[in-house]
């Protein structure tokens, strides 16, 4: 089990709304595993888990670098490899990803009303997470070390493939 350090981002979490349970944590465990696929392969470590009634329904990873994509963030390709799905699906989804999702990602959450969004970090990226929060989407910051550490180590080996990823010109 991940002992939570402390909260060092005063906004970083409202203490009224519950932490991440035994079961979120398993999740952001899947996803952590899809951003290390994405890692061997050579891309962006980010992965996400798109979990519905407590079960697993779609993974995806960051494949900016594998396919040449535009649009394949971790979340974005979690959503797609998810397919075509009734918005009653979404509306009992949680969205786990590795790292604050970035506006796209935020967007796409917001579009598909997704209630309920997990983050593995947001030391290394702070996205949408107040935008998220602001329409009424429960955000969980789980602060977890290994996720913070992957995308550490990622952006001091790949800084370049980095900000390409985030729209941050050269
Ligand atoms: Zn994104």
């Known amino acids: 089990m991940i002992q939570q350090p402390p909260v060092e981002r005063p906004a970083i979490q409202d203490p009224a709304i519950a932490g991440p349970s035994e079961l979120d944590r398993s999740h952001l465990a899947t996803a952590f595993r899809a951003a290390r696929s994405g890692l061997a392969e050579g891309g962006i470590p980010i992965g996400a888990a798109l979990i519905v009634d407590g079960g697993v329904l779609a993974v995806g990873w960051n494949k900016r670098v594998q396919q040449g994509s535009a649009i394949r963030h971790g979340e974005t390709d979690c959503l797609e490899n998810g397919g075509r799905l009734?918005?009653?699906v979404y509306a009992r989804a949680t969205m786990v990803t590795t790292l604050s999702p970035c506006d796209m990602c935020t967007g796409a959450i917001l579009l598909y009303k997704i209630p309920r969004v997990i983050i593995g970090e947001n030391r290394t990226f702070y996205g949408g997470e107040d935008l998220l929060r602001d329409r009424g989407?429960?955000?969980?910051?789980?602060?977890?070390?290994e996720c913070a550490q992957l995308m550490t180590d990622f952006?001091?080996?790949r800084p370049a493939l980095w900000n390409e990823d985030i729209g941050v010109p050269d």
Request: proline letters at 13%.
């Open 137 to 145: 989407v429960e955000v969980i910051v789980v602060d977890g070390p």
């Open 86 to 88: 009734p918005a009653s």
């Open 155 to 157: 952006i001091a080996a």
